[in-house]
């Protein structure tokens, strides 16, 4: 090798080794941003788990992400217990280690205990009902992602949430065409009847290209008097999301600023404590997403109530799932 072709190779190698630290470094600062300032403090204590100790695992950064069930911009002043229903619920937890994603599944109709509040803002009681009311009694957009955050953190261990992001389903059609669309495969077995009688492209078995308020439709519609129809609906939801990521992913390796762009895209339509700069993280999570093994769902029943359906939880596989998710074993005896 001629010594100029040798200081050529030592002058990539070198700056290559620089763009890997930069990388990194960016990782690591915008992750740090991500921890600060959490939504929910949380106080997950050391935990016994089939005879171990367990600690929560501070490598693990929360991020709840609520899709809402109201037709006016997310930030109207409105009076709390209007504000809307949060629709879809899904829990994020990003390993800033090890990169690795897990998204929990929340049923909306999961019953727990929540806190009600009058007209005022001023606490009342708290009433055992459906998760997805919390999100009514916020006195603004913010303030019911928290309410929710602290409902979802109570129900696992009292783990710290760090972030929130609520997005009006309005939105999801601009979302979605700004990716050029999602294509995925209708159920082969059952699609809600509400769903088919929209298009028939909803029928069984199909491939469907979705584009503007056909997206809504696929992720909002379902026949509220067909039993679990909204676990009909949550099934579709996963999908959309495996199939929007990979979109998503796609796109963003020819447009880096993409997802800028669909940050800016929301505008009134979201609710978040997630800051441009801490959106520098997200990418390096995406990229290493396998949806398949990676999206997680609670344990329980669901039975019909005297109005409602309602969701109830198994105790024992719901402290599993927290423990395994969130916490990692101990050397020390508690």
């Known amino acids: ?63 709840l992400c609520l899709g809402v069930d109201h037709s006016n911009a997310l930030d109207q002043d409105v009076l709390p217990g209007d504000r809307g229903q949060s ?37 009342m009681m708290m009433r055992t009902m459906q998760l997805t009311l919390q999100y009514a009694y916020g006195n603004d957009g913010d303030d019911s992602c928290r309410k929710t955050a602290e409902r979802i953190s109570s129900l696992f261990l009292d783990i710290p949430i760090d972030r929130y992001c609520a997005v009006n389903f309005n939105a999801v059609p601009v979302l979605n065409d700004a990716v050029g669309g999602v294509t995925l495969r209708m159920n082969t077995e059952y699609v809600d009847a509400e769903l088919q009688k929209l298009s028939p492209m909803f029928a069984p078995g199909n491939t469907v290209h979705l584009m503007g308020e056909r997206c ?21 939801q996963k999908v959309y999301i495996k199939e929007y990521i990979k979109a998503v992913k796609e796109k963003a390796k020819k447009d880096p600023k993409l997802l800028f762009e669909l940050y ?14 801490e959106l520098l993280a997200l990418p390096f999570y995406i990229d290493e997403l396998d949806f398949d093994n990676s999206i997680i769902s609670v344990a329980g029943k669901r039975i019909q109530g005297e ?8 105790d024992e596989e719901l402290k599993r799932m927290v423990v395994e998710t969130f916490y990692t074993l101990a050397d020390e005896e508690i």
Do not use: Q
């Open 264 to 277: 800016s895209i929301l505008d009134e339509n979201m609710t978040t404590d997630i800051g441009k700069a």
């Open 1 to 63: 090798m001629k010594k100029s072709d040798r200081k050529r190779y030592a002058f990539l190698l070198a700056a290559g080794a620089f763009a890997f630290l930069i990388i990194l470094f960016w990782l690591s600062w915008s992750s740090a941003l991500l921890k600060m300032d959490k939504a929910i403090e949380g106080e997950a204590r050391p935990v016994r788990y089939e005879g171990k100790r367990y600690v929560y695992n501070e490598d693990l950064i929360n991020i």
């Open 87 to 123: 629709d879809a619920i899904f829990l994020i937890s990003l390993n800033s280690k090890t990169r690795k994603i897990k998204i929990l599944n929340i049923p909306r109709d999961l019953m727990m205990p929540i806190n009600i509040y009058d007209s005022k803002g001023d606490f």
């Open 307 to 314: 109005i409602h359906e309602e969701f109830y939880a198994n």
């Open 216 to 236: 809504f439709e696929y992720l909002h519609v379902r026949d509220i008097h067909t039993y679990a129809s909204c676990e009909e609906r949550a099934e579709r």
